[in-house]
């Protein structure tokens, strides 16, 4: 296999898979080829695990969980690996930010912040695994003369599925707190962004953590469908698309495995009178284009005032015409490529979709006329747009804004919960308090304060379609943890003889 890797990523054995503590060569020999979105050519070609490689990784994770000595170590001890992981990777940022530069057009600007991120969950993972309640003690209320012990357990093999939008910090997020839990690992990173498990796995051998326990088989769909099927995996931890957990969480019904799904999102933004009209549009056309406007807790929809609806139109499209489309190493850019061409095909047929139903296409809607190559699209506003749209129903991942009219405050409540999905929201008010009782009856895992806001060391998942769990925290360890209760006699102390 030819090696080919974006300038200033060194990855040891792209042609190889890490299963068992060894590289290894995939059993068919089969590759990925990684395609830029800001070039359209080949920036990197790593291995392709298939069906029988991840037979191989579940084996190696396995025993490794059942027979190996990582269940059984102290926290403390986990926690050191996980500082040396961090350590190693915190040394390898550059990697990283160019990786997620050359897989998915992501901003140099913005790289950072992803590295950042990732790296630090390796070590908020350590601290909570060494002040962990892991056993808790004390006597039973309900059987005399017998302790109660609530115990902590690792819940075993874990198949961590990534999408390609956030490749580092989201599986970051799923390997460190099933590490630190006595997990074992298979890393399936998305066909299109694999380098940063590439990176992870070296991290881990670096750090000498036994063999087995973190294991990476990039793959395309028919091999993660194994994997996810496979007997000897205990838990699935998938973020991606509602219609891909869904089936994921149909597979995993069939066996009752374990799931933690982050999916996708419609999320509101609602504007309340008291604020104001250009911060809003400030806000709002400038979140719309972070990573392009592919985060799946991206504020898609925005609930205003239906008496200032054309004011505020006017102003976001004022504020998007001024965005500057671009490469994504350019440090003028603010807003790089579509990360795929088949994603911009589908960021396309939605805008059709929406003028075909009747909303006004205010700004945007095509390709810059000024990029001759890459993925390009321009920052979006649909303005009158009605919640049962599809272009406000569905997760368009993209730099598309619906701008939708509310006639009150209790309107523009209804209309945010009126969705299938619950993972993000937002309120725009200069009042906390009618900020916190917006937010309140808003049906959303999250909500921000006058804009997207995120604190990772904070539980994150969504209500209804939006996922099922939480990651980040110690909210976010408990997914990789069974709980086991045991019932122990005490022994009768002797009694003291009279002198």
């Given at each position: ?225 194994h994997l996810v099927r ?128 009747g909303a006004t296409l ?52 209804e209309i945010a919960n ?82």
């Amino acid at each position: 296999m030819a090696s080919i890797l974006p300038e200033g990523v060194n990855i040891a054995h792209p042609d190889k898979l890490y299963i068992g503590g060894e590289w290894i060569a995939p059993v068919d020999g089969g590759t990925i080829e990684v395609v830029s979105p800001h070039t359209e050519q080949v920036a990197a070609v790593v291995a392709e695990a298939r069906e029988a490689d991840m037979d191989k990784a579940v084996a190696a994770a396995r025993k490794a969980f059942d027979t190996g000595p990582w269940p059984t170590m102290e926290p403390a001890e986990r926690a050191d690996y996980l500082r040396k992981m961090a350590a190693h990777l915190g040394t390898r940022a550059s990697e990283i930010e160019a990786a997620f530069i050359a897989e998915i057009g992501a901003l140099a600007s913005f790289a950072p912040v992803a590295s950042m991120t990732g790296t630090g969950t390796f070590m908020t993972y350590a601290d909570i695994g060494e002040s962990y309640e892991w056993v808790k003690r004390g006597p039973s209320t309900m059987i005399p003369g017998h302790d109660a012990l609530v115990i902590r357990e690792a819940v075993g093999v874990v198949a961590a599925i990534v999408p390609w939008n956030m490749p580092y910090a989201i599986m970051a997020q799923k390997v460190a707190p099933a590490l630190i839990a006595g997990c074992t690992v298979i890393m399936k990173p998305s066909p299109e962004t694999p380098l940063e498990a590439y990176l992870i796995a070296e991290a881990a051998e670096a750090a000498g953590i036994p063999a087995g326990v973190i294991n990476l088989v990039p793959s395309h769909r028919d091999a993660a469908d194994h994997l996810v099927r496979h007997k000897g995996v205990d838990k699935i931890s998938f973020t991606g698309s509602t219609a891909a957990g869904r089936r994921i969480a149909s597979v995993a019904g069939e066996r009752i495995a374990r799931v933690t799904l982050e999916l996708g999102g419609k999320s509101p933004a609602i504007v309340l009178d008291d604020f104001p009209t250009d911060a809003a549009a400030k806000i709002l056309a400038r979140t719309i284009t972070i990573l392009s406007g592919q985060v799946c807790a991206m504020l898609s929809r925005a609930i205003v005032p239906a008496a200032r609806h054309d004011e505020i139109a006017e102003a976001i499209a004022t504020e998007m015409r001024t965005v500057k489309v671009g490469t994504p190493t350019d440090p003028t850019s603010e807003m790089g490529p579509i990360a795929m061409k088949r994603q911009l095909e589908r960021i396309e047929a939605y805008v059709e979709k929406g003028k075909e139903e009747g909303a006004t296409l205010v700004v945007g809607g095509v390709r810059p006329a000024h990029l001759n190559s890459g993925y390009y699209f321009e920052p979006t506003l649909f303005s009158n747009v009605d919640n049962g749209m599809t272009i406000a129903q569905e997760e368009i991942f993209g730099p598309v804004l619906a701008l939708i009219p509310a006639r009150d405050e209790e309107h523009a409540i209804e209309i945010a919960n009126d969705t299938d999905f619950g993972l993000n929201s937002a309120v725009l008010t200069n009042d906390p308090a009618a900020a916190y009782r917006v937010g309140r009856r808003i049906r959303a895992g999250n909500v921000g304060h006058n804009g997207m806001k995120a604190d990772f060391s904070l539980p994150f998942g969504g209500f209804k379609q939006s996922g099922v769990g939480r990651e980040g925290g110690i909210e976010g360890l408990a997914p990789y943890l069974e709980t086991k209760t045991m019932l122990i006699e005490r022994v009768a102390e002797a009694p003291v003889a009279a002198e």
